[in-house]
């Protein structure tokens, strides 16, 4: 009895360890899950300081959150939709926010350089992606 006891022990032991191994693996690419506050923080961080656009309306896709710095991605339009060319007018831009404080790459001729020193690499293909994606 006492061997089975240690076997099925062992072998929940193993279980867990290749659980956590695997959701430490995958942690990465998986969505990061915030409270309707967290993510309405970010909003705000986002509209106020991350965007020119006039009374935006942002969505926001984090990557990251490491201590008190967030690492992701927006998407900002205006706010009216009675605007024909609200289209041409989206602002979408990787962000870092430590603390309070927004950061973005500049846009033009700095951009990589800024991504490469705002954004950790394993971050930079997310990065690459979606630029690609909004043809950035």
């Given at each position: 009895?006492?061997q089975?006891?240690?076997?099925i022990?062992?072998g929940?032991?193993?279980i867990l360890?290749?659980?956590?191994?695997c959701?430490?693996?995958?942690?990465?690419?998986?969505?990061i899950?915030?409270s309707?506050g967290?993510?309405?923080?970010?909003?705000?961080?986002?509209q106020?300081?991350g965007?020119?656009?006039?009374?935006?309306?942002?969505q926001v896709?984090?990557f990251r959150?490491e201590d008190s710095?967030?690492?992701?991605?927006?998407?900002?339009?205006?706010?009216?939709?009675?605007?024909a060319d609200?289209?041409a007018?989206?602002d979408?831009?990787?962000?870092?926010?430590?603390?309070?404080?927004l950061?973005?790459?500049?846009?033009?001729?700095?951009y990589?350089?800024?991504?490469k020193?705002?954004?950790p690499e394993?971050?930079?293909?997310?990065?690459?992606q979606?630029?690609?994606g909004?043809?950035?």
């Open positions: 009895m006492g089975k006891i240690k076997r022990g062992f929940i032991g193993a360890a290749a659980t956590v191994a959701t430490s693996c995958g942690s990465g690419s998986e969505p899950t915030l309707d967290e993510r309405a923080s970010i909003i705000d961080i986002v106020e300081q965007t020119v656009i006039d009374s935006p309306t942002c896709e984090v959150i710095t967030t690492y992701g991605w927006a998407t900002c339009a205006p706010d009216s939709q009675e605007s609200a289209a007018q989206a979408a831009f990787p962000f870092r926010i430590d603390g309070q404080e950061r973005r790459p500049s846009d033009g001729s700095d990589e350089k800024d991504v020193e705002l954004f394993d971050l930079r293909s997310a990065i690459n979606h630029s690609t909004v043809g950035g």
